[in-house]
């Protein structure tokens, strides 16, 4: 098994958990291993983090990693000050970043920054042939065609972190990929799903981080509620299980056990069930194809009463219907969707624009890009400038709604 890990974005949510998971796993190897030692457990080799460099001082000196990356320059020194004495290196920058996912030490890197950020990350372990345990979605939306391509190339493994993806993953374990008929994405349909159509655009922020599951990042919290995950979600698997968006279908299952599904062409429907807790396909991803004990609260199906799925209704949640749109669209267009999405988002935290003007914003840059079907890294990252500026401009212009 490979067991010497990177984590980039260790003090988020994926991030911190995913150090839980280390930790339940080492002590269950321990616990099973008559001879413990460094070889028999999961050593996290680096670890990253942005900002919060209190929790990353605290986690470097609690799993003293001989690496940290602080991606923040303007936190490094201080950063420094809190670890003195400490022998690990710390890297700096979007670069150190990089350099951490290279690392030859590493074996695994566990993607769980935000954003476009971790795009060079990811796609530097990709091509230095590592396991890429992916969470971080957005670089798979932006460039997953490039990334599936290098990672075929480069004999590197993306296991899928998401939860809808990681069941998917494991659901394809059923048939062969020519017998898969249509890929199930589930969803609990956010905060609201029973809201009134007409009070949603002026929802506050604090309506908006309530979701009724789970407890994640800011962003991926707004992004739920917007239904935008849902549609990074669709191009996220058009390019991880290589199919056409077309035999994608979504589902609404505000129960969130099943999480999510994969028919065949017989008629067979297999579905991945569990508790909501990230723990599981953070795990999953880490000791693939091994399965061993975890933490994950165990379902008990006699409490769960009814289990139910309906199709998502396209006048409360529009986004859905963009991200069938930009997963057949391809070429750049997934970038632009994804960073008007980026930086709306970070406007409406800011308290800078209301929550319905996000997909309005969203909508405004699909409509007015250039949607080119050569994709180099460049051209995407151009598509990605070009959108992040588009959106800046409406709210200097007052262009919306
Ligand atoms: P989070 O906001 O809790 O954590 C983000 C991490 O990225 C932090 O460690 C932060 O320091 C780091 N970071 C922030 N800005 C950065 C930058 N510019 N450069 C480098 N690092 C930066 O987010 P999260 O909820 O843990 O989500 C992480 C990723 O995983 C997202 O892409 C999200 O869509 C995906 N994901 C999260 C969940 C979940 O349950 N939280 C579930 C599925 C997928
Ligand atoms: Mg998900």
């Known amino acids: 098994m490979r067991k010497r890990i990177a984590i980039l974005g260790s003090t988020g949510s994926i991030g911190t958990t995913a150090l839980r998971v280390i930790d339940g796993l080492n002590s269950s190897l321990v616990a099973r291993d008559s001879s413990p030692g460094k070889e028999g457990k999961f050593e996290v080799v680096a670890l990253s983090g942005h900002s919060n460099i209190k929790l990353l001082a605290e986690q470097v000196r609690r799993y003293r990693p001989k690496y940290v990356a602080v991606s923040d320059v303007d936190c490094v020194e201080e950063f420094r000050r809190l670890i003195e004495g400490l022998d690990v290196k710390v890297l700096a920058g979007a670069e150190g970043l990089t350099e951490i996912a290279e690392l030859e030490q590493v074996d695994t890197v566990l993607a769980a920054v935000v954003g476009v950020a971790g795009l060079h990350a990811v796609l530097g372990a990709v091509r230095k042939g590592k396991r890429v345990a992916i969470a971080n979605k957005e670089p798979l939306v932006i460039a997953g065609q490039l990334i599936t391509a290098e990672a075929k190339k480069y004999g590197a493994e993306l296991l899928p972190v998401d939860s809808e993806h990681s069941a998917i993953f494991q659901a394809m374990q059923a048939g062969r990929h020519e017998e898969v008929a249509k890929i199930i994405l589930t969803t609990s349909g956010g905060p609201f799903r029973k809201a009134n159509p007409a009070g949603i655009p002026n929802a506050s922020i604090e309506q908006v981080l309530a979701h009724p599951v789970w407890r994640m990042g800011p962003k991926i919290t707004v992004d739920s509620a917007t239904m935008m995950n849902?549609?990074?979600?669709?191009?996220?698997?058009?390019?991880?299980?290589?199919?056409?968006?077309?035999?994608?279908?979504?589902?609404?299952?505000?129960?969130?056990i099943v999480h999510s599904m994969v028919e065949f062409v017989d008629g067979s429907v297999i579905a991945?069930?569990?508790?909501?807790?990230?723990?599981?396909?953070?795990?999953?991803?880490?000791?693939?194809?091994?399965?061993?004990?975890?933490s994950?609260?165990?379902?008990?199906?006699?409490?769960?009463?009814?289990?139910t799925?309906?199709?998502?209704?396209?006048?409360?949640?529009?986004?859905?219907?963009?991200?069938?749109?930009v997963a057949q669209k391809g070429g750049t267009a997934a970038a632009v969707f994804n960073a008007a999405?980026?930086?709306?988002?970070?406007?409406?935290?800011?308290?800078?624009?209301?929550?319905?003007?996000?997909?309005?914003?969203?909508?405004?840059?699909l409509d007015n890009c250039n949607v080119k079907s050569n994709t180099s890294l460049e051209e995407l990252l151009e598509a990605d400038a070009w959108a992040?500026?588009?959106?800046?401009?409406?709210?200097?212009?007052?262009?919306?709604r």
């Not at 006699?302 to 289990?307: A, E, F, G, S, V």
């Not at 799925?309 to 749109?325: D, S, V």
């Not at 992040?388 to 919306?400: A, F, P, R, S």
Request: hydrophobic fraction near 45%.
């Open 309 to 325: 799925f309906e199709k998502p209704n396209p006048q409360l949640f529009p986004a859905i219907e963009m991200g069938f749109e």
């Open 388 to 400: 992040k500026k588009e959106v800046m401009e409406c709210l200097k212009n007052h262009q919306l």
């Open 341 to 365: 999405n980026e930086a709306a988002v970070e406007q409406f935290l800011a308290g800078r624009i209301k929550f319905g003007n996000i997909v309005e914003l969203v909508r405004h840059c």
């Open 272 to 294: 991945q069930m569990g508790s909501p807790d990230m723990s599981l396909p953070i795990q999953y991803a880490l000791t693939y194809p091994l399965r061993l004990p975890g």
């Open 230 to 256: 849902k549609a990074l979600e669709i191009i996220e698997a058009r390019w991880l299980f290589d199919v056409p968006a077309e035999k994608i279908e979504v589902m609404v299952h505000p129960e969130s």
């Open 296 to 307: 994950a609260k165990k379902l008990q199906l006699d409490r769960l009463k009814t289990l």
